[in-house]
């Protein structure tokens, strides 16, 4: 209890020396893009809370306000240790000098008492921020998911999945899912798989390919791959991977207008349109 009196009663000296010692690792760390004003106004609030916590014997709901509001600022979870051992070598420090004798058993006693303030901030600290930050990686994760494998309704019986980046076995089984659905959902006769933005067609993401156009030939619609650049097309042939089951075109553009003939469309210039209307027009009146 004698230290912790002493500890709060110089609480001043201790923040001072503590903020001096953060301070020193803005330039060449983890902070050396944030404002002046934010990282002082931060570095207080933190030791606050040590200090709080200390008062309140682990009082925790100061830790969970700091802790989120770090998370929201966006600042590495090597902030909150390297603060709290700051913490604990200046407190250390302080108080040695504080004391006429300094033996073994004086540290012992000190030691533990520095360890019953920081270590219970430390865990608590750091359990807040994984959990808050697990929290948000899965928020994340989900709207990747629903913007991993989008699919498209552009026309009546026409609709399109553009697929980007990496193709691995959950996003495979999500894009398989998010065909079969939005096929139903839409009345699709034509899917076009557009893999413009794939930048690695190999045999794995072939076979997902392959197995998602011929679960949506199975439900009777008309799946087209498009997006082939030369590249690609030198692969697939490199690894005798067969695409014959279904059409496979260079462009979404071309991909688009073999799915327009599939349904029985095309695509008619108006203004040539118009024209032959007016030639045929001037001919009836005999001009």
Not at 15 to 26: D, N, P
Not at 124 to 148: K, P
Not at 241 to 248: A, E, H, M
Request: negative net charge; glycine residues 4%.
């Amino acid at each position: 209890m004698e230290f912790k009196r002493l500890l709060i009663e110089n609480s001043d000296s201790i923040v001072q020396k503590w903020m001096e010692e953060i301070e020193s690792l803005k330039d060449s760390n983890y902070t050396a893009t944030i404002s002046d004003e934010l990282y002082e106004s931060t570095n207080r609030e933190f030791v606050n809370v040590i200090f709080t916590s200390i008062r309140n014997e682990g009082s925790t709901k100061a830790v969970e306000d700091f802790s989120e509001k770090i998370i929201n600022l966006g600042w590495p979870l090597s902030y909150i240790t390297d603060g709290l051992q700051i913490f604990r070598r200046v407190s250390t420090e302080y108080l040695i000098t504080q004391s006429e004798v300094v033996d073994s058993n004086f540290f012992t006693e000190l030691s533990s008492s520095v360890n019953d303030w920081v270590e219970p901030l430390i865990r608590e600290l750091v359990n807040e921020y994984s959990g808050s930050w697990e929290h948000i990686v899965s928020l994340q994760r989900v709207a990747l998911q629903e913007l991993s494998a989008p699919l498209i309704p552009v026309m009546e019986g026409i609709t399109i999945m553009p697929l980007i980046g990496t193709i691995d076995t959950e996003r495979a089984k999500l894009i398989m899912e998010n065909l079969l659905e939005g096929a139903i959902k839409h009345n699709s006769e034509v899917v076009l798989i557009d893999i413009t933005g794939v930048p690695v067609v190999d045999t794995m993401v072939a076979h997902h390919i392959i197995q998602a156009a011929e679960a949506v030939r199975l439900i009777g619609s008309t799946c087209i791959l498009v997006g082939i650049r030369p590249e690609i097309a030198q692969t697939i042939v490199n690894l005798g991977i067969d695409l014959s089951n279904f059409p496979t075109k260079s462009s979404l553009k071309k991909g688009f207008s073999t799915a327009l003939a599939i349904t029985g469309r095309h695509v008619t210039d108006l203004n040539v349109k118009e024209n032959n209307i007016e030639k045929m027009m001037d001919s009836l009146r005999g001009e």
